[in-house]
């Protein structure tokens, strides 16, 4: 990764050190009579990386999209920089909000610059006509949007695979790809889905410094993690989620010394946990919760 170009320090949707950028209050989730996640309160302040850890079925992604639009959420409220994010993926991410996916969502047929391009569109301010008539600030538009791009490529080690099909990168260079796409859309706050899933040591390695270096750049970050050493290395805070529940959050420390911790990820049973059974059927909701949404026409642009 590189990191001493023309990126700039400061991103231009970082928040005031010490703010509140993300404070979710109650977010529950239901498919039907399942409860998916159920009352989780978290804060994410500016210039923290907060993650967001729990067993398979812990309901992390499903709070991921409560908080990014995909979903809305059954109670409870999220707020942005002290305002209620509205219930649209498209306008949450206008709002400040960017996050990617533990499956990888890149337009595979496009190059490395265009997919990168794509998330700069919340951030243009040149309409349809604009675009049609092609004058002077539609072409200054295109150009300031190609030099950001490139600036972001820059910054995760991609530019001189500008012009390469996304399909044709690398698995590890994809996920790299997809987190200068996020980037583009210059968040204040940054939601990462198991970034490091499928890599190797160095690919981690690497990708550990490339989210610190996001947070230097004044963005927030959360991010969901089943590497346990990539977690605790990384982030200031964690909250674990345990059957959509927050069962405690905290330091590194305090988390890995937490005793129903452990039992939760040996799979020991402790009070009112309410079984595989249950955990299968939020599951099964989730996942036809998700069908359901890919099948809206248009639905997939608003990721």
Not at 37 to 55: F, H, S, Y
Not at 101 to 107: E, S, V
Request: net charge negative; charged share 25%; glycine share 10%.
């Amino acid at each position: 990764m590189t990191t001493d170009t023309t990126t700039r320090d400061t991103a231009p949707g970082a928040a005031v050190p010490g703010e509140a950028v993300l404070d979710a209050r109650g977010v529950t989730m239901r498919f039907g009579g399942l409860t998916a996640v159920r009352n989780v309160d978290l804060t994410v302040n500016a210039g923290e990386i907060v993650g967001l850890i729990g067993p398979n079925g812990a309901g992390k992604t499903t709070f991921f999209n409560c908080l990014t639009g995909l979903y809305i959420p059954t109670e409870g409220e999220v707020r942005y920089k002290g305002a209620v994010l509205p219930p649209k993926s498209f306008k949450v991410t206008a709002a400040g909000i960017a996050r990617t996916f533990q499956n990888i969502r890149l337009f595979a047929n496009m190059t490395v610059l265009e997919n990168v391009l794509v998330g700069r569109h919340t951030r243009t301010k040149e309409g349809l006509w604009s675009a049609l008539l092609r004058g002077p600030g539609f072409h200054r538009a295109e150009a300031a949007s190609r030099a950001r791009a490139m600036e972001l490529l820059e910054f995760v080690g991609l530019a001189g695979k500008a012009e390469h099909l996304a399909r044709n990168l690398p698995y590890g260079e994809q996920r790299k790809l997809e987190i200068a796409r996020a980037l583009a859309s210059e968040p204040g706050l940054l939601l990462l889905d198991e970034p490091t899933a499928g890599m190797n040591p160095q690919e981690t390695r690497a990708t550990e410094e490339l989210v610190f270096a996001i947070r230097d750049m004044g963005i927030a970050v959360l991010v969901i993690e089943h590497d346990m050493r990539f977690i605790f290395n990384l982030c200031d805070r964690v909250a674990v989620l345990v059957q959509g529940e927050k069962l405690v959050e905290g330091d590194s420390a305090t988390v890995q010394g937490d005793e129903r911790v452990v039992a939760a990820y040996l799979g020991e049973p402790f009070e009112n946990d309410p079984g595989a059974a249950e955990v299968a059927e939020v599951e099964a909701a989730e996942a036809q919760a998700d069908t359901v949404t890919d099948a809206v026409p248009g639905k997939e642009n608003d990721r």
